[in-house]
């Protein structure tokens, strides 16, 4: 902390700071209570599928999560140091629980549904980041690439780092131990990556998807700024022009497509806009001109503006699809009744058993690419149809299964959207992913930045503000408790 302190500070300087809303400091304190939880309880986190294998288990969860502690750490509350490292490591550690990874032992086996020329089960095998599987390790990688930028912290760089105990009680041959840290994760990946000729790394067998692929791309530039090299800039180069072979991500119809199969040598198509806005949230980092200029087009039928409502609604795929075809053939796609028409086109909306969660997908997209009204548009339909729900400080929205209300508003609600997505949504700014991929904190930045240190999300503090203005030598941070009592802090100015 710097010594010449002025002696008065300007009128201005708290309005100049931008401060967080209670909704934000809310996401932020749930994400806290869920990393801190005990070991083996996850509390709002079930999901839809047993066994940790849909598009909703505690992986995505806690990466996503991370990634919205990240953005605010980054874009809001960048002096607020050891606030939010102590909060990514109690998600890393949350990560790194067997219930988190463990199913991939059965998953590894493969089956007809990822293989479909399968003839008989593969061997199984327990370590979840050796080969394919990208959709665990490559979130594990750019969580832990994360703690390292964000704080030049060298944590996940020792031996023993990252360790995966394999260790069922009443079957097996004995406990497993596998051993990695932030550089051993990254060149598992990238033999990976080599092995399926750059395209990507598979997520199932025989499944390489586009979006579970950025998650990694995103860790390796930040580890490459680290580490002084430029390894993403060959990576990009090679794994744009493997999917160019394959004729690119996209659809006819400007979707991306939903993966790639290596052993049959076929593009997957996909209906829904989830895979798409979820991959764009993040692609946005480094092939942003693209995403931008996709997203209006890729947009078309799945969001819906209610404008004497001030939200946007998030449509079925179903109804998403008339849209199309209706505006295909003339239809105007600003006038109501075309919407209307799209749902009796659609009819009702299917149950079903499992559904990919859409609404956190697009939530996020549309806060990285979308402007300010469709942010706070989608963010009103949450607050408003989805159940906001306060517990010990903590803003989550519950699970609901029925997709929507008689009037076609989207009302499902899964523990990814609930616990992590619309959080991620609130915390971001506009192109925020793109923003940390451009200008990364380095040694040197963070070495001559203010910072406060010495207090956690644990002293039952919410922090609203948290940077320093070097312009009026002040560091500025506002707190309150989540619960309105009175409580003695001590933090660190550094």
Known sequence: MPSNLPKTLPAALLSNATKLTPLQAGHLRHFHNLATAPHGEWHHMGTQVAGQEWLDSLRYQLATMAYAAGVAHYHRLPALRSVFKALLEGLIAKMLDREVWGYWYLTSQSGVRPDPDIKELRKPWANPV???????????????????MLFDDDKYDAPDALVFNWNPVYWGMGPERFSYNRTTL????????????????????????????????????????????NLVKGVLEKYTAAWELKKGFMQNDG?????????????????????TAWACAFMNAWNSEEVHALYSAQALGFLSSVPDEGRVNVNSTAVAQAFRVLVKDGADPNAPTTISKARKMAGPAQKRAFSQPNFGYVAQWVSEVGDDATVEGILRHADT??????????????????????DGNWTRMDAYTGNAAIGYARLNVRDGQKKMWEAPWSREHLARSPYVGGVTLDSGMDFLRGVWDADAGAMIVTMRTWDGSRKTISPVFL
């Open 130 to 148: 050796v080969t394919e599987n990208i959709m665990y390790s490559g979130h594990l990688l750019l969580m832990v690439s994360l703690h390292a």
């Open 186 to 229: 990254q060149a598992a990946i990238l033999k990976e990556m080599e092995r399926e000729n750059w395209i990507g790394v598979c997520c199932e067998p025989n499944s390489i998807f586009v979006v579970c692929n950025q998650f990694p791309l995103i860790a390796m530039r930040y580890n490459g700024f680290r580490d002084g090299t």
């Open 255 to 275: 979707l991306f497509v939903q993966m790639y199969r290596p052993k049959r040598d076929e593009r997957i198509p996909e209906l829904s806009v989830g895979f």
């Open 385 to 406: 149809f989805l159940n906001p729900t306060w517990e010990r400080g903590g803003l989550f929205y519950p699970r609901y299964d029925e997709p929507e209300d008689a």
